[in-house]
């Protein structure tokens, strides 16, 4: 069974679905209990996974890992497409996940109000141009995977749920909607929901 140590709400739910979607027993432990977790990861940030031997971190590089080790319908076979859905969860996790990242950052570093403002408003229009680079990629399919969603699909979801915690408008395209809609209507994206939350109030 794997052991994956999450944040509520945070990008380690991506972790957890696709675990799911590969049929993966998985112990989930909020690193809000914990008291030594950079004992664990000296980052300190999840998602961390432990595979029996091995402890796992970096986001991107635990969802290939686990897509690698476990073949499905997430992580295609034929080259061309398998390269596509490696940019994909880079895109997810190296561009759109930091653009969020930079909302957070802001909140609370910035004391003056309007100041805040207005930078939060500039970093909310570089992700809402990353959504149209999404929009725009799924003009002729329903997922960035093709027909099914792939794992950067399910990352891409989680993360546009923070939006909002923000005093920021968001705009994300109808195309993109949908794709994000039908990912949080998987069993396995509302199991992930429900499991962190009866985690985190033992
Ligand atoms: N580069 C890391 C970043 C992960 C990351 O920023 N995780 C956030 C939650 S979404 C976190 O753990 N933040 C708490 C912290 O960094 O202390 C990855 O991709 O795994």
């Given at each position: ?18 675990l ?17 977790f950079k ?24 969802m290939?890992?686990?897509l690698n ?22 895109f ?23 100041v805040?403002q207005e ?20 003009a002729?399919?329903?997922?960035l ?9 399910i990352?891409?979801t989680?993360y ?22 039908a ?20």
């Amino acid at each position: 069974m794997y052991k994956l140590y999450y944040s509520p709400g945070a990008c380690s739910a991506a972790t957890q679905i696709v675990l799911r979607e590969l049929a993966q027993e998985v112990n989930i432990i909020d690193v809000h209990q914990l008291d030594d977790f950079k004992t664990i990861n000296p980052v300190g940030a999840v998602p961390t996974l432990v595979d029996g031997d091995n402890t796992f971190v970096e986001g991107a590089a635990i969802m290939l890992h686990l897509l690698n080790k476990h073949k499905s319908p997430l992580f295609p076979e034929n080259e061309n497409s398998r390269q596509q859905a490696i940019e994909n969860i880079m895109f997810a996790n190296a561009t759109m996940h930091p653009a969020y990242g930079r909302l957070f950052f802001l909140t609370q570093h910035i004391s003056d109000e309007k100041v805040q403002q207005e930078i939060l408003n500039t970093a909310a229009e570089s992700i809402n141009q990353l959504w149209q680079v999404i929009e725009n990629k799924l003009a002729d399919k329903s997922f960035l995977g093709g027909d099914s969603p792939s794992a950067a699909d399910i990352m891409l979801t989680v993360y546009s749920r923070w939006g909002r915690y923000f005093s920021v408008d968001i705009i994300i395209g109808e195309k993109t909607s949908k794709m994000l809609n039908a990912v949080q209507a998987m069993p396995s994206y509302i199991k992930t929901v429900q499991a962190e939350q009866t985690a985190s109030v033992k």
